[in-house]
């Protein structure tokens, strides 16, 4: 078994490796001129390393899982989505050293439940409908330390994972009980993650009715969400970073009540439509072999896609300039669609204008 020295420092190297990618990843690099230089190589030099080493504690646990089947897929959850914690962690490029070292290490564990949870519903044989939201309960526990704790299998998958789950929601409600403005964002966490946990048990509704759920789930939210295509909306809900933005603002000393709902309305249904649809945009031939649900398939033709998702790049860019701190925000955004759009997928599925035309969106 690999140590967790080497295990931190293959992420480095790959998420470096990533970052550098392709040519042009690096000239739009370039583009964001020295500030967001120097904000990038303290993510990479500084957030990662430490991310890595949270990983590799986390994957150490879940190597102890006693079933075979679910060890394999935390393992999977965590080897094959380590970008997932590493990029979810960005913000904390911002914060003072021992702030920042606090957010990551609730971020960590946070997003892991999210890997993981993702993994027994998409890829874990045998799981029942009706188990998908049970299991999403471990989110809203890990977020709200005055639930109650529930088992979490109750309706399957019925087998020992030795406390792994649990564990996690410990650790999450240990780290977020410390920061300085958790009762500020409390409820707005919860509120955001119900969403999220309500799109995973309709999106992995049977093939045949999956659409109509989903399609009838924004019909009751409409009126909070107007405007929208439903699939927008349900990409909307599919992105953990309002919960880390959130979290981002209770890790500061001091705190602008005003700012929650400010931050909240950008980044939930904004920046996390943009997320979604853009980790879509970039796998839809994967989901075209598998017959995934694909939220970019949904639009009429690949033209309005690229029309709609570009006008919500715009207008989340504007949200955020309306925040304080607004740089910081955008820096997140900026390097979100930097990642995806210029993926070697997009090359791969010759994308490359519809990639361009995006990146346009951010100036």
Same mark, same amino acid.
């Given at each position: 078994m690999a140590s967790s020295a080497s295990i931190i420092r293959r992420d480095l190297l790959r998420t470096v490796g990533n970052v550098l990618r392709t040519p042009t990843?690096?000239?739009?690099?370039?583009?964001?001129?020295?500030?967001?230089?120097?904000?990038?190589?303290?993510?990479?030099?500084?957030?990662?390393?430490?991310?890595?080493?949270e990983l590799a504690a986390i994957r150490l646990r879940a190597a102890r899982i006693p079933d075979p089947g679910l060890c394999e897929q935390a393992l999977a959850s965590i080897d094959g989505?380590?970008?997932?914690?590493?990029?979810? /962690?960005? @913000?904390?490029?911002?914060?003072?050293?021992?702030?920042?070292?606090?957010?990551?290490? $609730?971020?960590?564990? @946070?997003?892991?439940?999210?890997?993981?949870?993702?993994?027994? /519903?998409?890829?874990l044989p045998g799981v029942e409908e009706q188990a998908y939201g049970t299991l999403h309960e471990a989110l809203l526990d890990a977020l709200d330390d005055r639930r109650p704790l529930s088992d979490y299998y109750r309706a399957g998958p019925f087998r020992d994972d030795g406390g792994y789950l649990a564990w996690l929601v410990d650790s999450v409600r240990r780290g977020i009980s410390a920061l300085p403005h958790h009762d500020a964002v409390r409820a707005q966490l919860v509120d955001v993650a119900q969403?999220?946990?309500?799109l995973q048990t309709y999106k992995h509704a049977m093939a045949e009715r999956r659409e109509d759920v989903c399609r009838a789930w924004y019909e009751r939210n409409r009126e909070r969400f107007p405007g929208m295509y439903w699939w927008e909306?349900?990409?909307?809900?599919?992105?953990?970073?309002?919960?880390?933005?959130?979290?981002f603002l209770a890790s500061h000393e001091t705190l602008d009540p005003?700012?929650?709902?400010?931050?909240?309305?950008?980044?939930?249904?904004?920046?996390?439509?943009?997320?979604?649809? @853009?980790?879509?945009? $970039?796998?839809?031939?994967?989901?075209?072999?598998?017959?995934?649900?694909?939220?970019?398939?949904?639009?009429?033709t690949s033209a309005e896609a690229v029309e709609r998702v570009r006008g919500l790049v715009a207008t989340t860019s504007t949200r955020l300039?309306?925040?304080?701190?607004?740089?910081?925000?955008?820096?997140?955004?900026?390097?979100? /669609?930097?990642?995806? @759009?210029?993926?070697?997928?997009v090359f791969e599925q010759r994308l490359e204008g519809e990639s361009a035309e995006l990146l346009a969106a951010l100036g």
């Open positions: 990843r690096f000239r739009r690099l370039l583009r964001l001129g020295p500030a967001g230089l120097m904000r990038m190589t303290r993510f990479l030099g500084k957030i990662v390393p430490h991310a890595s080493r989505k380590a970008y997932h914690v590493q990029g979810g /962690c960005i @913000l904390a490029t911002f914060l003072p050293q021992p702030a920042a070292r606090r957010y990551v290490a $609730i971020i960590a564990p @946070l997003e892991t439940i999210y890997d993981y949870l993702d993994n027994l /519903c998409d890829r969403f999220y946990a309500e909306f349900a990409a909307a809900c599919g992105s953990s970073l309002p919960v880390f933005a959130l979290l005003h700012e929650v709902a400010r931050t909240l309305d950008a980044y939930f249904p904004n920046v996390s439509a943009v997320h979604i649809l @853009l980790d879509y945009f $970039i796998d839809q031939a994967e989901d075209r072999e598998h017959r995934e649900l694909n939220f970019v398939a949904c639009y009429a300039r309306t925040l304080a701190d607004s740089d910081w925000h955008e820096f997140l955004l900026q390097a979100m /669609c930097l990642f995806y @759009l210029t993926h070697p997928k």
